[in-house]
Structures are given as structure tokens and as C-alpha cells.
């Protein structure tokens, strides 16, 4: 059976700091693969997704990025840390019928 | 283009009591439709899809839905509430675009009073 994997679940980061959140998936290939963000009581937002290696589309400009190095391998990352980014964040894949599949999240505090 | 609308951010039921979570979508093509469930701190859950066939769908956790095209509404039903089910409830249609997104509904939180 197919599971996704995020890593770490939470974390806690200066202002300016660098961030690499880490998503994989096992059991499947080739899937499409989608960051959203939840900020406190607010909906979903979906940041960017892949439809394959090295292919990522951005949803929202900001000063975040993503990147795809391995088939199940799905990785957000940032350069330099808003208070504004701080939120939960969550990974996820597409099964056969559009449905997603999300991972535990993590839950990114910007202090 | 698809959308989704959840009727009522925020739901409150006595435990034992009918729940009854509101979702209407628009859609030009016949649409492939979802219930999610969020616990606090937890990705979310597929409850159950509405794809073809059958416009009742039974999910899990005694949670059903229906699909209603004339009313373009797939409210989400649990004939009785368990403390358990407090948690946020998602609405979702597919993407007809080909890159397989989602469409989700901001989200409606219900909370069950003992």
C-alpha cells in the first residue's frame, strides 16, 4: 500500500533562517505530487506541485521554491524565512481518481 | 471553472444528533467529488469520493453523502454524532484541467456538544 512520509513534524525558525521540508512517497511511482500551506484558520492553499522529476508549477509567488531530485522525492524549501511563512504544511499525491492523499504535515513556527 | 462552496465555517451538534455538513460545487462536466476529514495537527483524510454510479456513498466512520446534480449539492450526513467526529470537514471536486488538482471548500469545523 502506498504511503507519504514528511519530515520533520515540527519545527521552529528564525526569521531569515533557510527551511527544507522533505516529502516522500512509497508504494506508487510516478505520482503527482502537490505542497499546500494551512495557515491558522484559514483553508488550504496550495503552494506548488509536480507531475514529474525536475518539473514543478508555483501556484502563489513568494519566496518559496520546490523542487522534485527523485520520482517519489518532493522537497519545499526557502532561502530566507518570513514571519509569514510560518503555518502547517502538508504534502500530498494523487491516486486514481483525482483523489489526494496528504501526509501528517508539519507544523513550521517563525519566530 | 470548478469551485466549491461550504455552507457554515464553523458547525455545532449534540452529541447523538443528525450532522449535517453543506457542500455545493460548480462544475461544466460531470464531477468527481470528495469529503475530507482534518483532525488537529493531522493531514487530511479522505472520508469518502463520489466519481459514478451510485449517487449515495457510504464513507468511514458512518459518514455518508449524496450526490445531488439537479441541486449541484453533496452534503455530507452522519445520522448520529460522536464527540469523536469533532474535527474540520473539507469539501473538494476534481480539476478538469490535466493537472489533476483539487478544488477544496475553505472548510467547515463542526463541534459536538456533549
Known amino acids: 500500500s502506498q504511503t507519504i512520509h514528511q519530515w520533520p513534524a515540527t519545527l521552529v525558525q528564525p526569521v531569515g533562517s533557510p527551511l527544507s521540508l522533505e516529502c516522500t512517497v512509497e508504494g506508487t511511482s510516478n505520482p503527482n505530487l502537490y505542497w499546500y500551506r494551512q495557515a491558522a484558520g484559514r483553508g488550504l492553499q496550495l503552494l506548488f506541485y509536480?507531475?514529474?522529476?525536475?518539473?514543478i508549477s508555483s501556484e502563489v509567488p513568494q519566496n518559496l521554491s520546490a523542487s522534485r531530485p527523485q520520482d517519489r522525492q518532493f522537497i519545499l524549501s526557502s532561502k530566507k524565512l518570513l514571519l509569514s511563512d510560518s503555518g502547517f504544511y502538508l504534502c500530498?499525491?494523487?491516486?486514481?481518481?483525482?483523489?489526494?492523499?496528504f501526509g501528517p504535515g508539519t507544523r513550521l513556527t517563525v519566530l | 471553472a470548478q469551485s466549491v462552496t461550504q455552507l457554515g465555517s464553523h458547525v455545532s451538534v449534540s452529541e447523538g444528533a443528525l450532522v449535517l455538513l453543506r457542500c455545493n460545487y460548480s462544475?461544466?462536466?460531470?464531477?468527481?467529488l470528495f469529503w475530507y476529514v482534518q483532525y488537529p495537527n493531522q493531514g487530511l483524510q479522505l472520508l469518502l469520493k463520489y466519481t459514478t454510479g451510485a449517487t449515495l456513498v457510504k464513507g468511514i466512520n458512518g459518514f455518508e453523502a449524496e450526490f445531488k446534480k439537479s441541486e449541484t449539492s453533496f452534503h455530507l450526513t452522519k445520522p448520529s454524532a460522536h464527540m469523536s467526529d469533532a474535527a474540520e470537514y473539507f469539501c473538494a471536486v476534481r480539476s478538469m484541467n490535466r493537472d489533476d488538482k483539487i478544488i477544496f471548500g475553505k472548510g467547515t469545523r463542526l463541534h459536538i456538544l456533549p
Open positions: 462544475s461544466s462536466v460531470p464531477p468527481y
Open positions: 500530498a499525491w494523487t491516486g486514481s481518481y483525482n483523489e489526494q492523499f
Open positions: 509536480s507531475v514529474g522529476i525536475g518539473q
